[in-house]
């Protein structure tokens, strides 16, 4: 049996390990990472921490096979991140330096805790709030992301969201299509790095 519920405290171990496993644009990042937990750090761990009443779960029998995580106000989240979360992340893991593009893969991910990019304005602007979601290929063509999405969306509307956001990896061509089948649409904020694969999806409530 599948259940969707409110994320716990005792998942976060298994959130951690499917970010790390759905962290190459959808593919397993295992073989990419040598610190497991790096992609969680940024992308769910913070989330299940601090805002666990905007995050929900999936579990089968085999344990949690999905999440949702994400948080009304974005810009308020990220002074949040500032305060309560970077700073410890950034005295167990140090500034990678030297040239960029020798760096691995584990160097990457810890200069975005030391530097973490910021959605473009204009898209939090007219879109304040964002998501983050990942699923097992397990759970994967059973409508169980689309049933993730709608509890947060249900919370969101309740809470009086007027907008919400997403960024997905532009080489993840399933989550791509899952996205515009959903009700969101392709956005191009101004000012963007024109190397940032990330492609950005908003959706008025």
Known sequence: MTVLRPVRADDLEQIYQI???TGDAGSDASKLHH????IGHIYSAPYVLLSPETAF???DAEGVAGYIVGVFDTVSFEQRLERDWWPALRKAYADPQGDPTTWSADQKRIAAIHHPSHVPAALVNAFPAHIHMNLLPRLQGQGMGTRLLDQWLTTARAAAVRAVHLGANANNHGALRFWGSRGFSRIEPPLVDPSDPTAWFGQKL
């Open 19 to 21: 970010s790390l496993v």
């Open 35 to 38: 610190d497991g937990k790096l």
């Open 57 to 59: 779960v999936v579990e």
